[in-house]
């Protein structure tokens, strides 16, 4: 099945597509322009919806909403295929690397070497952080969650790097955006070195991004630390995985807190507060932690009754995603990136990778993952491959938002520079009490009152 031929949904392509959708709402009748992109759903534009019939539209978690057009990356939910400027995921990984990954999704071409290594060279001689953030780092315990670090101190950018922080100069825009891709990993390793007591090591230019991004998470000043090139293309190609994804949650929220006028430095503040949720990017911590859980391969049934279990708010981790009613293709590279790893560093027998590849078989098996087309994800098998790679499971999420800043600077910039794009500002439908009058206190009682006007107790 071709991409051109599967729309993400189930909705099927009629040969001749009407112009516009029409909505009859009692006597009246509205037309909804057809778009049609060049991949995937035609939309039906409402921009004046409400302004024609007096009425939104409602989709609390955005299922059948565009928010935006975009060039950047698209996936197929149904044939499992995602592709970052047209190029297919399995093939960038394969054949390319991060950077060059980078600036694919920021420029939109993959570039000649002539571009690369100059791209190469900006992104290097900006790794380094202002000496005064630093003293960020003291202020939080030792055993702060390495998000909530990162959180801060990225927030914090925009107080060093105001040469860069007027989103309506080009220059500028693209200075922040090298930026932000250059010192993520410092200030990741950074907060890495600070949970465990260890000093902070400083970027070194001669190593490429991921072998520098593992020295300063693992070299100490003592002794010479020689980063493993077989590790380093692993973690290259693990950042290349998770750089960008569409309208997921966090890249919705840089949008949204961009479309106000925020900094760079603040929208991807707003973009790593939401990821490190455990629905979202904070799933590979929870993974590792279930699969930890479980424990062993005879205990899995019992958490796959657990998952299928309405009244179990448990949730098999790795599992099931918005858009992929088949297997993530990032999950497959992912697989195959783990038993790389694992064989590189000798280590034969982890068990929770045999609870992992046992879970995956059992579930893709049962009626109940197989009629809700619940897949593997990205975040399956991502857990393992960092433990082994000597990473705590705390970090997980962290590099997670190391690699995908560059997806979400690239759509911030594609928001920026989309004549279309205003204040994002969502209506509602509102439920609450009608107009009432004030009370003064002494006239007022709770008989009737809602269990919710009452703190929880
Ligand atoms: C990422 O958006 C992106 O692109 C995200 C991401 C990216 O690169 O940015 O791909 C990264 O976040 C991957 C997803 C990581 N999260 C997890 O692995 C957490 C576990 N997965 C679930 O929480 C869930 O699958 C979501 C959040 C990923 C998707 O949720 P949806 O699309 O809102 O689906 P849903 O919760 O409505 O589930 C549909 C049905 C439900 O059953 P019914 O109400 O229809 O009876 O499937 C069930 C759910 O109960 N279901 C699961 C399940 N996931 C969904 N049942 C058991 N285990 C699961 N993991």
Redesign the pocket.
């Known amino acids: 099945m071709s991409l051109t031929d599967s729309p993400d949904t189930d909705a099927q392509m009629t040969t001749k597509e009407p112009e516009a959708a029409r909505l009859t709402i009692g006597e009246s009748e509205y037309e909804l322009p057809v778009r049609k992109g060049t991949l995937g759903p035609d939309v039906l534009d409402i921009t004046r919806l409400y302004r024609n019939s007096g009425r939104f539209t409602y989709d609390p978690?955005y299922?059948s909403t565009a928010s935006c057009s975009s060039k950047v990356t698209f996936?197929d939910g149904k044939a499992g295929k995602l592709l970052y400027r047209g190029y297919p995921i399995d093939q960038l990984a394969e054949n390319g690397n991060y950077l060059e990954t980078c600036y694919l999704l920021l420029y939109g071409e993959l570039p000649d070497r002539k571009h690369f290594e100059e791209f190469e060279h900006r992104v290097t001689h900006h790794t380094m952080v202002h000496e005064q953030m630093n003293r960020f780092f003291t202020g939080f315990r030792r055993d702060a969650h390495p998000m909530s670090i990162m959180v801060g101190v990225v927030g914090a950018l925009s107080a060093f790097y105001h040469d860069s922080t007027d989103i309506h100069d080009p220059v500028q825009r693209d200075v922040a955006s090298v930026r932000m891709i250059a010192k993520m990993p410092t200030i990741a390793a950074m907060a890495h070195k600070y949970a465990i007591g260890q000093p902070f090591i400083y970027p070194r230019n001669d190593l490429d991004y991921a072998a520098n991004f593992l020295h300063m998470c693992f070299a100490v000043p003592c002794a010479p630390y020689n980063v493993d090139p077989v590790l380093a293309r692993a973690v290259d190609r693990i950042f290349i995985l998770?750089a960008d994804?569409?309208q997921?949650?966090?890249?919705s929220t840089v949008r949204l807190a961009g479309s106000s006028g925020a900094n760079p430095f603040a929208c991807i503040a707003a973009g790593i507060a939401c990821l490190w949720g455990?629905?979202?990017?904070g799933?590979n911590e929870?993974?590792l932690n279930m699969l930890e859980e479980i424990g062993t391969v005879d205990r899995i049934p019992e958490y796959i009754k657990r998952?299928?279990d309405?009244s179990d708010p448990f949730?098999?981790?790795?599992?099931?995603?918005?858009?992929y009613k088949n297997y993530?293709p990032r999950a497959k590279v992912m697989r195959e990136t783990c038993h790389e790893v694992l064989d590189t560093l000798g280590v034969k027998e982890e068990p929770l990778l045999k609870v992992a590849m046992e879970l995956e078989r059992i579930a893709l098996e049962d009626e109940y993952f197989i009629e809700?087309k619940?897949y593997p994800?990205?975040?399956?098998y991502s857990g393992i491959t960092l433990r082994a790679l000597g990473f705590p499971s705390e970090l997980f999420t962290v590099l997670f938002a190391v690699a995908?800043t560059v997806g979400w600077i690239a759509q911030w910039k594609e928001m920026i520079e989309d004549p279309e794009q205003r204040i994002g500002r969502p209506r509602q439908l509102y439920i609450g009490p009608k107009e009432r009058d004030y009370l003064p206190m002494d006239q007022r009682t709770t008989e009737g009152w809602p269990a919710a006007a009452s703190p929880p107790k």
Do not use: C, Q, W, Y
């Not at 997921?248 to 890249?251: D, G, I, L």
């Not at 455990?278 to 990017?281: A, D, F, M, N, V």
């Not at 949730?315 to 858009?323: D, K, P, S, T």
């Not at 994800?377 to 399956?380: E, S």
């Open positions: 978690g299922t996936i998770h994804h569409e997921n949650a966090s890249t455990p629905s979202h990017g799933a929870a993974a998952a299928k309405k949730r098999l981790m790795g599992f099931g995603h918005r858009v993530d809700k619940l994800n990205i975040d399956f995908r």
